[in-house]
T-cell receptor, first 113, second 114 residues
Framework: EAGVAQSPRYKIIEKRQSVAFWCNPI?????LYWYQQILGQGPKLLIQ????????DSQLPKDRFSAERLKGVDSTLKIQPAKLEDSAVYLC???????????FGSGTRLTVV | AQSVTQLDSHVSVSEGTPVLLRCNYS??????LFWYVQHPNKGLQLLLK??????LVKGINGFEAEFKKSETSFHLTKPSAHMSDAAEYFC????????????FGKGTTLSVSS
C-alpha cells in the first residue's frame, strides 16, 4: 500500500517569500491533517480536513497560512509571507474515519533565511 | 483541555538494560493515548495505542505501556534495550473525542550505549 506522499522534501526560501507544500493521502482516507514540527519539539496540529471540509483550524496562523483540500483528495498548505520562525518540518497525515490507519508522511523540511 | 508532559527530555541506558520513558497526561474526557517513535530523518511510527480497553498495552519491538488513571500516567517500558531503539519518543493524547487530531509531548531522546 502506498503511503502518504509529500513534496518537496526540502525547501529553502528567504523571509517574506511564499511557499507551498503538497500532500497526497492514502487512497480512501477521508481525514487529512497538517502538522508543524519545529526543531526540538513535538508536532503541532495546524489543520484537519474531513473530505474537503475543515474540521479544526484553531491553531493555524490564518494571517499567513492557508490550506485547501479540493475534491477531498490531495491538499496544499501555503505560507505567505514566510517568517524565520516558520522554519520547521511540515508533516501531512491521513486516516480513515475514527482515526483508523493513521499514517504520517515523511514531511517537508522548510528553512527560512 | 488535553495535554501531555514527558518528564525526561533525555534518557540514557546501556544495551540490554530496561527502558522507562515517563509521560503524564491531562484530559477532560477518557483519552486515547499513544506512543510514537521518530528515528533520525525518518517518519513518525506508531509504537502502541490505548483506547480504554486493557490498561496494559503491548506494542511493536517489545515496547509496552500501562495506563494508570489514578496517576494520570502512561509510561513506556521495554525490558531490554537494543542499539536500534535509540530515537526520539513522543507521548501523544488525542485532541478530540474521536481520537483523531493529536497533541504531542515535547519528546524524549533515548540514547543506548554498548
Amino acid at each position: 500500500e502506498a503511503g502518504v506522499a509529500q513534496s518537496p522534501r526540502y525547501k529553502i526560501i528567504e523571509k517574506r517569500q511564499s511557499v507551498a507544500f503538497w500532500c497526497n493521502p492514502i487512497s480512501g482516507h477521508a481525514t487529512l491533517y497538517w502538522y508543524q514540527q519545529i526543531l526540538g519539539q513535538g508536532p503541532k496540529l495546524l489543520i484537519q480536513f474531513q473530505n474537503n471540509g475543515v474540521v479544526d483550524d484553531s491553531q493555524l496562523p490564518k494571517d499567513r497560512f492557508s490550506a485547501e483540500r479540493l475534491k477531498g483528495v490531495d491538499s496544499t498548505l501555503k505560507i505567505q509571507p514566510a517568517k524565520l520562525e516558520d522554519s520547521a518540518v511540515y508533516l501531512c497525515a491521513s486516516s480513515l474515519e475514527g482515526g483508523r490507519g493513521y499514517t504520517f508522511g515523511s514531511g517537508t523540511r522548510l528553512t527560512v533565511v | 483541555a488535553q495535554s501531555v508532559t514527558q518528564l525526561d527530555s533525555h534518557v540514557s541506558v546501556s544495551e540490554g538494560t530496561p527502558v522507562l520513558l515517563r509521560c503524564n497526561y491531562s484530559s477532560s474526557y477518557s483519552p486515547s493515548l499513544f506512543w510514537y517513535v521518530q528515528h533520525p530523518n525518518k517518519g513518525l511510527q506508531l509504537l502502541l495505542k490505548y483506547t480504554s480497553a486493557a490498561t496494559l498495552v503491548k506494542g511493536i519491538n517489545g515496547f509496552e505501556a500501562e495506563f494508570k488513571k489514578s496517576e494520570t500516567s502512561f509510561h513506556l517500558t521495554k525490558p531490554s534495550a537494543h542499539m536500534s531503539d535509540a530515537a526520539e519518543y513522543f507521548c501523544v493524547v488525542s485532541h478530540n473525542q474521536a481520537g483523531t487530531a493529536l497533541i504531542f509531548g515535547k519528546g524524549t531522546t533515548l540514547s543506548v550505549s554498548s
